[in-house]
Structures are given as structure tokens and as C-alpha cells.
């Protein structure tokens, strides 16, 4: 079983709609999660970093995390062409002194499409 | 401009035929990391350096070397290249502290072994 899984898509959506993209993971050990955006032939970009249960918003972003059902979402608002891309999400343990390094695992990406 | 800069973009090389990837980055970062990326399994981690001589393997470490010689640099090694290397590769870095995610990566380097 891979840590981390992705719906693996595709994923179309009408321009002005919200995206949501979904990622599971099974490491308990792990803390910080990322999602990264990737464009066709080029490199991941970080879009968005959550460390605590809840919510955390960046403009049109929205991460979710819920650890004791061990799932991470995004939700993309407003949703525009440019949006669309790969979306990765990815998983970190932290160490005992809380600061975050080693293995970064990435799930298997999700591709969205974002149709006017 | 900070930036991690990988050379070459693009190689095309023959099975056996020993190369190096090389990774540079100009932010004084201590982490520093390569990533293969293949169709439908996303990116996996291939080595990691936390500093200088500190290295760790990642999920997917056979038949690949690296040396953290110096701070900015983080070459990867294939010593005998075989066709199921063939790969999109990405070199990344972050500073060591804190929680964060590598947010620089390189531009990529497309391998092809035949």
C-alpha cells in the first residue's frame, strides 16, 4: 500500500466551479502535509503547507487536514483555466524536535482540467 | 535570483555507460534532495542530504549515488544506467529548520537509457 494516495483522476470542472482533490495517507507518523502544482514539463510548485487539523485558506485555496481519519484535501475556489494541472500531495514525519526533514513521500498526482 | 540549477536537461545515454546529474543551489540551503517522477506513481524520493557528508537513502535508492562534498552541491551518480532509469529526474532543496516542504526545485532532467 502506498503512503500516500491520491484520487487519481482526471478531474474536470466548469470555470467558476470549486476543485476538490483528495489524498489519504497511512502513516501515522506523519505530520506536515504539502500540495504541489504541476504544470505540463515543468517542475512542482508549492502551493500550500498544513501542519494542524482544521483549515487553512490562501486566497482561492483551501487545505484541509484531518489526522485521526488521516486525510488532506484542497479545495481550489472560483476555478479558472490556468488552474489547470497535476496537483500532488505529499507527507513529512517530524522529528522529535519538531523540525520537519527526511523523507518527503508524494502521492500519485491528480490531474485537473478546468474547461470554459 | 535564488534558484537550484540541475545540467543537463536532457540526456540520451547508452545501458552501462556511467554519468552524473548535477545540482546546484545558490540560497545556502542544508537540505537537499533528488526526486524521480514517472507516469502514475508521481515523485519518488530517491536520496536526501541533510548537510554536508550527511546523506540518507529515500523510497527508491537502487542503482543511484550521491556525495555532499560541498554545501551547494548534490550531483546524483549512475554508475551503470539501465532502461528502467529512464526517468524525468528533479534535484530540490530547503533550508534545515522549521516544518516546510522543499519549494525549490530544479528545472528537471529527462533521461533516456538505452
Known amino acids: 500500500q502506498k503512503e500516500v494516495e491520491q484520487n487519481s483522476g482526471p478531474l474536470s470542472v466548469p470555470e467558476g466551479a470549486i476543485a476538490s482533490l483528495n489524498c489519504t495517507y497511512s502513516?501515522?507518523?506523519?505530520?506536515?502535509f504539502f500540495w504541489y502544482r504541476q504544470y505540463s514539463g515543468k517542475s512542482p510548485e508549492l502551493i500550500m503547507s498544513i501542519y494542524s487539523n482544521g483549515d487553512k485558506e490562501d486566497g482561492r485555496f483551501t487545505a484541509q487536514l484531518n489526522k485521526a481519519s488521516q486525510y488532506v484535501s484542497l479545495l481550489i475556489r472560483d476555478s479558472q483555466p490556468s488552474d489547470s494541472a497535476t496537483y500532488l500531495c505529499a507527507g513529512r514525519a517530524i522529528n522529535a524536535g519538531g523540525t520537519s526533514y527526511g523523507k518527503l513521500t508524494f502521492g500519485q498526482g491528480t490531474i485537473l482540467t478546468v474547461h470554459p | 535570483e535564488a534558484q537550484v540549477t540541475q545540467n543537463p536537461r536532457y540526456l540520451i545515454t547508452v545501458t552501462g555507460k556511467k554519468l552524473t546529474v548535477t545540482c546546484s543551489q545558490n540560497m545556502n540551503h542544508e537540505y537537499m534532495s533528488w526526486y524521480r517522477q514517472d507516469p502514475g506513481l508521481g515523485l519518488r524520493q530517491i536520496y536526501y542530504?541533510?548537510?554536508?557528508?550527511?546523506?540518507d537513502k529515500g523510497d527508491v535508492p537502487e542503482g543511484y549515488k550521491v556525495s555532499r562534498k560541498e554545501k551547494r552541491n548534490f550531483p546524483l551518480i549512475l554508475e551503470s544506467p539501465s532502461p528502467n532509469q529512464t526517468s524525468l529526474y528533479f534535484c530540490a532543496s530547503k533550508a534545515f529548520g522549521g516544518k516546510g516542504a522543499e519549494a525549490f526545485f530544479g528545472q528537471g532532467t529527462r533521461l533516456t537509457v538505452v
Open positions: 502513516d501515522r507518523g506523519s505530520q506536515s
Open positions: 542530504s541533510m548537510n554536508v557528508e550527511v546523506t
